[in-house]
């Protein structure tokens, strides 16, 4: 399947309206917004009698990252089929994992057609009410279910994060880099594992300082592991950490700003973060790794909607398919040749990202 341009879902417009956006499992709503987004839906498109929903994980839809993503896709997905925020579609926040499945059970009562996971820590918890609910439709992200009711949407981040390594290489003057993961599992084990093998693909010697945060929440943690490896020596890191990547932004921009001549960056994931990079001296996001989340949330809803829901199958997006991804954001000329000939490389199979360090599917 391909899959429509990703570039646009990043719009500071979708930023502004996903950071409004409103909990659907809160009983308070903002009316006027409601009011506005239908208006103007439905001044251009009929509505289609058709309604999707999703819950996010622990990072919340304002994590400027991965559920942000998602939700900015089904908004725009919903904005296209003439539909209002809280009718034609919604989100349920979950806090913690303890909110997957009350928010899942609402999302079912609430009555929309298709209810998606944001992420493969709801697997569980998407399959037990999937099980309980055999005639509804669920959706879930970065991971496989095996429930007929149920279509998988996952990503070959690794081939991403493989261009990424490549950009970090070519960038760094250091000749050290690091990794800041969320929570070790097989999902940012594919992170990890691309990138190294990006940067080993320009060169071997540039040393990769891997730490992982055991969290997708917490900015402080990320703002401590990003400044010691600034400390050490790394002049780029890549996070793959949902909302504790906005504490590595963070350490980053109060780095640039104490100190000017010295350049660090920081390259972005899910979603293109080059906005959190903007500090008083210029813009340090290098570029970020695009995972079309919200994309694959609108193909897989359309394709319910108009033909027949895939239930049961694991769409799984890569380069080719234009799932992942990497922006050109502010690398060199240089750097970015460097790749789009890794990037075709990849596409044509003359180069195999290897997917796993740690882990196994």
Excluded at 270 to 295: C, F, H, M, P, W
């Amino acid at each position: 399947m391909k899959l429509r341009s990703l570039l646009a879902i990043g719009s500071s417009a979708f930023v502004l309206a996903a950071c409004q956006g409103q909990d659907a499992s809160d009983p308070a709503t903002d009316d006027t917004a409601t009011e506005d987004e239908g208006t103007d839906a439905g001044e251009d498109t009929e509505a289609v009698d058709f309604s999707i929903s999703m819950v996010t994980d622990e990072g919340g839809v304002d994590d400027r990252s991965f559920n942000q993503s998602a939700w900015e896709g089904m908004q725009e997905w919903g904005q296209e089929h003439g539909l209002s925020e809280g009718e034609g579609y919604a989100y349920y926040q979950s806090d913690d994992s303890a909110d997957f499945v009350p928010n899942l059970n609402q999302a079912l009562t609430d009555g929309y057609d298709i209810i998606y996971g944001i992420g493969y820590q709801l697997l569980n918890s998407v399959n037990d009410v999937a099980d309980q609910n055999p005639e509804q439709h669920f959706g879930i992200v970065d991971d496989v279910s095996d429930r007929d009711n149920v279509v998988s949407l996952t990503f070959q981040d690794h081939q991403a994060a493989f261009l990424a390594g490549v950009a970090a290489a070519e960038t760094t003057e250091t000749g050290q880099i690091g990794f800041i993961g969320g929570v070790a599992g097989p999902v940012i084990d594919r992170f990890q594992t691309g990138f190294e093998a990006g940067v080993a693909h320009v060169d071997d010697s540039i040393e990769v300082d891997v730490q992982y945060a055991e969290s997708f929440t917490d900015a402080g943690i990320g703002q401590q592991l990003a400044a010691g490896m600034f400390a050490n020596g790394a002049d780029v890191v890549y996070h793959a950490s949902g909302a504790v990547g906005n504490g590595v932004f963070t350490e980053a921009r109060n780095l640039m700003e104490s100190d000017p001549d010295t350049q660090i960056w920081v390259i972005g994931v899910d979603r293109d973060q080059e906005e959190e990079g903007d500090y008083d001296g210029g813009n340090l996001t290098l570029t970020s790794t695009i995972k079309a989340v919200g994309t694959a949330i609108k193909e897989s809803a359309n394709q319910a909607m108009e033909e027949e829901f895939p239930g049961g199958e694991n769409l799984a997006y890569g380069l080719e398919e234009g799932g992942v991804d990497l922006v050109e954001g502010n690398l060199s000329e240089e750097a970015w040749a460097s790749v789009e000939e890794a990037r075709q490389g990849v596409i044509d199979g003359d180069i195999e990202v290897p997917e796993f360090t740690y882990s196994e599917e």
